[in-house]
């Protein structure tokens, strides 16, 4: 299958710094990107979808001021966490879309714990 | 926008038995239904999909099956081992996005 790459796989970062998360997709060019995040033993939560060249489209209760993303190129996404606090400790998981076969890949995730 | 709902959110088979996890969707206009195993701390996993035009599919130990009138899909494993033991989600797609049930950890005891 299609291979989506995140980076960093983790961070730890101090309240107030900010973080930024890159999602790549290797071998395919990507027509949409999402960006989730997931809690413990929950589900795969949608923050935000986005497609290149395009502003990001944001789930309801989701703070796009917060949670920037950039989407440059067909290949690849990043999203930036500003002004990091505790709260925003989580694992975050992007997700690739081919429109070709309706398929998504996923990235490795990032666990992202703030300080 | 569509809901999708999954049960169980835990299931514990014996080695060998089947497991069935069942997923309930809102919107009739979703048309792609993927299935995902997620282990602790890695990425979800494609196992298997099934698109609207079809009503079931099979892969192995592994199918899918598809009822558009009561807006449910299933996910059925059988003869499960061990390395079965994961997070399996549920999702389905329309309108370009993804939205997934809330997971079933299934736990085969050897």
């Known amino acids: 299958g299609a291979v989506v790459s995140q980076h960093p796989s983790w961070v730890i970062c101090k309240s107030g710094t900010s973080v930024k998360i890159e999602c790549r997709s290797l071998d395919f060019q990507a027509t949409t990107m999402f960006w989730y995040r997931q809690f413990p033993k929950q589900s795969l939560m949608l923050m935000a979808t986005?497609?290149?060249?395009?502003?990001?489209?944001?789930e309801q209760g989701v703070e796009k001021d917060k949670f920037l993303i950039n989407h440059a190129s067909l290949t690849l996404s990043t999203l930036t966490v500003t002004s990091a606090h505790p709260e925003d400790s989580s694992f975050y998981i992007c997700?690739?879309?081919?429109?070709?076969?309706?398929?998504?890949?996923f990235g490795q995730g990032t666990r992202l714990t703030v300080v | 926008g569509e809901n999708v709902e999954q049960h169980p959110s835990t299931l514990s088979v014996q080695e060998g038995d089947s497991a069935v996890i069942k997923c309930t969707y809102s919107?009739?206009?979703?048309?792609?239904f993927p299935w995902y195993k997620q282990e602790l701390g890695k990425r979800p996993q494609l196992i298997i999909d099934?698109?609207?035009?079809?009503g079931e599919k099979k892969d192995q130990r592994i199918a899918v099956t598809l009822n558009k009138t009561a807006k449910h899909f299933s996910l059925h494993i059988t003869e499960t081992q061990p390395e079965d033991s994961a997070v399996y989600f549920c999702a389905a797609y329309n309108f370009n996005k993804f939205y997934f049930g809330s997971g079933t950890k299934l736990n085969v005891k050897p």
């Open positions: 997700s690739a879309y081919t429109a070709l076969n309706t398929e998504a890949f």
């Open positions: 986005s497609n290149e060249g395009s502003k990001a489209t944001y």
């Open positions: 919107d009739s206009a979703s048309n792609y």
């Open positions: 099934i698109r609207s035009n079809v």
